[in-house]
């Protein structure tokens, strides 16, 4: 069963829920995501930051939340905070990312904005194992995505997303199948 981390318009996350895929629980790091309205027939949860001591304690309160539901695989889906390790030794190995670059290039939040200012030829999508770094961790799957004359973040974003929406659903089936 799956747990989806979200923080934005959950565009994925919608990828996840069209292909059927065994989508029990959704949580967020903001209240107002409007991705949790996607999920309104499941399980939702926020976990904002300035509810909690610590990062470590909030981290902790959403993998217990995902565990209680059933999740043994959790996917980022557009969620934009780093997770602590007392998240990821509840999942070892078990928590995947898509991100909008061909990683290692490009990490971090501004991956689009940053392959543009970069003049780049091609940028791409790489879902992955999530560890403590920053988009590091084991590559599942990439694929390229190239970047046209008058690309704006917004159009070269919008191409990106989808490939986003194949290639994160295929990652997952393909995890899920090798269990
Ligand atoms: C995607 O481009 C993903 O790669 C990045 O954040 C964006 C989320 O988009 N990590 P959405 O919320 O799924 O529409």
Redesign the pocket.
Known sequence: MIGVL????????QALLDAGLPVVAVASNKRDAP?LARAAHLATASFELGDYDSRADRDAAMAAWLQEHGVELVV?????HILTPSFLTRFPERVL????SLLPAFPGAHA?EEQLAAGVDEAG?TVHIVDEGVDSGPILLQERVPVRDGDTVETL?AR??EI?HRLLPAAVEEILCAR
């Open positions: 979200v923080s934005g318009t959950g565009t994925n996350l991705a980022l889906a557009g969620y934009m990312n898509v991100h909008p689009v999508v974003h990106i997303k986003e």
